[in-house]
């Protein structure tokens, strides 16, 4: 995978992931795992984005998001064209390691379309269930 909009990484960064995170993740045939990004206060989910090792580290260790695009296989940091950054305020692995969540202190928009969310007016007409009594 390509390197570009990488910078330097500084003395005090590791220069890999830590190997006992490494460990936990299932990655797809290209080395990846979907990454939610969900805002830290009030809950919402605001995208998914995707992630290698690298994406994940610099995620962990900078205190901004990066992820990696699969379209210009290279990585970016969320905000850093747009000014809508996406400040990390924790992260956690789901049960099969497949799957990250990334709560967030989201300055703008999170939708490159400049919507609030990547989901917002997308809904899609469904039959809501309701549980039994």
């Not at 290279?74 to 692995?93: I, N, P």
Request: net charge negative; hydrophobic share 35%.
């Amino acid at each position: 995978m390509s390197t570009s909009n990488s910078s330097a990484v500084p003395d005090s960064e590791p220069a890999q992931l830590d190997p006992e995170i490494a460990a936990r993740l299932k990655r797809d045939a290209n080395g990846l795992f979907a990454a939610i990004v969900q805002q830290f206060d009030t809950l919402e989910v605001l995208m998914l984005g995707w992630m290698d090792d690298e994406a994940l580290r610099r995620t962990l260790t900078t205190g901004r998001v990066t992820f990696y695009s699969r379209s210009r296989q290279e990585y970016w940091r969320k905000g850093d064209t747009s000014g809508h950054a996406q400040y990390v305020k924790g992260a956690a692995l789901d049960c099969d390691g497949d799957a990250l969540l990334v709560r967030v202190d989201q300055v703008g928009a999170a939708c490159h379309t400049g919507a609030p969310t990547c989901f917002t007016g997308r809904d899609l007409p469904v039959v809501t269930g309701q549980r039994p009594d």
